[in-house]
């Protein structure tokens, strides 16, 4: 049986868990916005994947999901590019933009006793020159999650794990070393997805697929924006799946504040594609992230 | 003290290892390519990383370079591509193209009594539909490679591992279920990289960086190609991990025989854009895995 959350628990928020993940404190950062801008009352419901917590809010489980989307070192988060375009139901609400900060956590003493250090695959990307430089005797073990990764460190004295600052402070973890990502502007843009149509916002993202193999397919798309003078932020291309070689192209582009021309470009858009996805219009929220 | 392996060994070829990966079949089928139609005598260096087997040839400890670029599936290894960003001695020497195969390895006796599951992301990626259908109740682990993976088997008999049937051969360890892959035509495409410049082929691969937020930026040097009927077989951007919105783009054209005209196409892109690099002028083999 499918309980409507919304009734009993006000706004639910889906994400990828458990508590301290990055992901985590989008979503209490959200919850937090919601409650003092909105007055509205908002619980997590944390999900074993990103992919999962999309479908939650798909199949009504959960009013809203919040997902990364791109980091700034590592880029796109494919899974949820993948995944939405999958679920039509999905419409971009918001953006939230997070700073991100490592820190490697050990309950060992020093540095030269590390010989294993684990973390979800993005923190390690995303701290890949600082291990390289200083642990390059480690052996590195990838994790569904930072927060997963810190169950090996009461074990294993001589292991490690990267996770942010708060998963320290949460779990009662001692931190060796603070701010240990490769690129100090390291931050994450976060979407929260509903089921609601957005129309409004400085920003469109839209997904479409073009014929296979035709000489400029991509170029006639693009173009409709550059002739009338629309940003394009973002392309990202990802394979269908069936076949080498053919792909769904992703596309952030900004609003210039001309609804109708932006309606017509898109309405163009649909003369040169295939298939054509609007995932929202949407605005962008800052944070600066009090919870570290 | 660096030696020169060329002299000692003949080719030398990096790859992700351990024995038994795809990149190690790759490696393998190449070798075996250099052998009988060239002539020639190839052998294996297994790297601990994709990047530490492309650092191996732009340092003279290898010849050749096998590495990943591309998976049917799962799309850009995108490693590859930021890594040889940073390494302009190295040049695309030719791309193979494997059909990839994924196992179900175990040492217990049935589905049923899975709890967990290793592999590398890609693998688990490539399988993730079947994994939720037919083992729904495990945990997922991820692993540096597919070999590494199958460490666990005999040490836990509720484990299974995802990895190529050709690993399980030589390791002597069984297969539960054939062919999990999610799409029967996965594949992935490996580039063959060394120092010599490469001048002449079917496809040409470049990358090539452009002012920020400019609107049509990306336009300019994509109307180059589509003005000249040349094919653009697949664009991906990847961040200059400096700061969120700036990307490097990385395209594959299709060669049209006109070798004046291309070479025309690709000094005009210098015009619109910051930084051009043109990774090599390759063809592509096609093998049809007979190691399986």
Redesign the interface.
Same mark, same amino acid.
């Given at each position: 049986m499918v309980v409507d959350l919304k009734i009993n628990m006000g706004i639910t928020l889906a994400h990828l868990g458990p508590k301290g993940t990055n992901t985590e404190t989008a979503a209490q950062q959200y919850a937090q916005y919601l409650t003092t801008a909105k007055g509205e009352l908002a619980t997590l419901y944390p999900c074993p994947s990103i992919?999962q917590s999309l479908h939650c809010v798909a199949e009504k489980q959960a009013t809203l999901a919040v997902v990364p989307v791109?980091?700034?070192?590592?880029?796109t988060v494919?899974?949820t590019l993948d995944t939405l375009w999958q679920l039509p139901e999905l419409h971009i609400q918001t953006e939230i933009?997070l700073p991100i900060y490592h820190a490697l956590l050990s309950c060992g003493v020093s540095l030269e006793g590390i010989k294993t250090v684990y973390s979800h695959?993005q923190a390690l990307?995303q701290c890949?020159l600082w291990l390289e430089t200083h642990l390059p005797q480690a052996q590195?073990?990838?994790?569904?999650s930072t927060t997963e990764a810190l169950q090996h460190l009461n074990l294993e004295p001589t292991s490690a794990a990267i996770a942010p600052p708060r998963a320290a402070l949460l779990y009662d973890l001692p931190i060796l070393i603070e701010d240990i990502n490769?690129?100090p502007?390291n931050?994450t843009?976060f979407w929260i997805l509903g089921s609601t149509p957005s129309t409004r916002g400085d920003r469109i993202s839209l997904g479409f697929s073009v014929p296979a193999?035709? $000489?400029?397919a991509?170029?006639q798309p693009?173009?409709i924006?550059?002739e009338r003078?629309?940003?394009?932020?973002?392309?990202?291309?990802? $394979?269908t799946?069936?076949?080498?070689?053919e792909?769904v192209?992703f596309l952030d582009i900004e609003s210039n504040g001309d609804t109708d021309q932006i309606q017509e470009a898109l309405e163009a858009l649909s003369q040169y594609t295939k298939v054509v996805r609007v995932f929202g219009h949407y605005d962008i929220l800052g944070f600066n992230l009090p919870l570290r």
């Open positions: 992919a791109e980091n700034s070192t590592e880029g494919t899974v933009i695959p990307a890949q590195i073990i990838p994790s569904n490769d690129y502007d931050c843009r193999n035709v $000489p400029g991509l170029v693009l173009q924006f550059a003078g629309i940003n394009l932020s973002k392309i990202e291309s990802r $394979p799946k069936r076949t080498l070689g792909y192209f």
